[in-house]
């Protein structure tokens, strides 16, 4: 059985523009502060800047 990697966690990435989360990925969680990239969005069919929130669980 592999062992947990406890200094990742998972992230969702939300769309600045619109609020809608669309993409899921995992961050180091020692010198990671928040993660800013450009996506695209389904919603405004066009690349926007999404940003990391903390996943619910």
Do not use: F, P
């Amino acid at each position: 059985m592999a062992k947990k990697k406890w200094w990742r966690i998972v992230v969702a990435m939300q769309c600045k523009d619109c609020g809608k989360t669309n993409y899921h990925t995992s961050i180091n969680k020692t010198n990671t502060q928040k993660l800013e990239l450009t996506k695209y969005c389904k919603q405004d069919k066009k690349k926007t800047s999404h940003v990391s929130r903390e996943k619910l669980k």
